[in-house]
Every structure is written in C-alpha cells, then in structure tokens.
C-alpha cells in the first residue's frame, strides 16, 4: 500500500509543479496531496505543525494567485475600472479560454477597464501590462511553492 500512495503521490508533485505554469492546474494544492499522501504511508511522516504550515502556505499562495494581477495593474497605474476589468477578465479568460484565458484575459480586462474608464490607450495598455506582471508573479510564487513541497517529498524519500 505504501507504494500505491508514494507512486500517486508522485504523480501529484508532478502535476502540482506542472500546476505552477499551466493556469488551469491548482499547482500548490496539487502538491500539497502528494505530502499528505506521502505522510500516509507508513515508513515517511511529517509533523503536524510542518503539514499545517504548509496547508497555510498552500492557501495563501492559491489567493494571492488571484489577487495579484489586480493588485499589478494598479501598481501600474491602473484606475478602480482597470483593476476590476483585471478581476473580470481573469474569471472570463478562466471560465470561456482556458488555460490561455488566464493569461489573457487580466490583461485584456485591464486595458478594456481603463479604455471604458476614459484613459488614453498608452495608459490602459500599461495598467495591462501590470496585471500580466501581477500574473507572472503569482506563477513565479506557485512554482516555488510546489517547487520546495516536491524538495520535501523527494528529501524524506532519500533519508
């Protein structure tokens, strides 16, 4: 049985690392089921404070995934219309495009947010900019996470 839950845990690490960059992939939480079902079996335990922490990491990770791209094009001088344009657009791009839709659809919502808003083009299309920027750090945080949960399966599997 152990090796049916290290094997599909396995399995979990890898779609979670691979959840880190294909948008439609819950990467972080993906990995975070390989640690429980590596913590499972009977031979590789983790303390609970250690699965516990790394539940919070998990979740905080998979919102501020969400918030970040809204958060880059204000940072870009996006306006209320294009942060919320940012918010909407990640939900269409998500629901009617994915995965490219998730990558998209942010920037697009930006820029439309803005445009709506009265901005000239060359400011719409920079808060647009941010909200990608946002999302490429929200990837950039999920790899690393999955990245650092696939390093603790791997180590307790060698120790």
Known sequence: MDYLL???????????FVGGIVPILPGPPLSYVGLLLLHFTERYQFSSRFLIIWAAITVIVYAVDYIVPA????????????????????????????????????????VVGELTGGKDSATAIKAGF??????????????????????????????
């Open 71 to 110: 958060w880059g094009a204000k940072k870009f001088g996006g306006s209320k219309r294009g942060i919320w344009g940012s918010i909407i657009g990640l939900f269409l791009g998500l629901l009617f495009f994915p995965p490219i839709g998730i990558i998209i659809g942010p920037f697009i919502g930006a």
């Open 130 to 159: 941010g909200s990608f920027f946002g999302f490429l750090v929200g990837t950039l945080l999920k790899l690393i996470t999955s990245g650092f949960m696939a390093w603790y399966f791997i180590s307790e599997l060698i120790a």
């Open 6 to 16: 290290i094997s599909i845990g396995a399995i979990f690490m890898i779609l979670g």
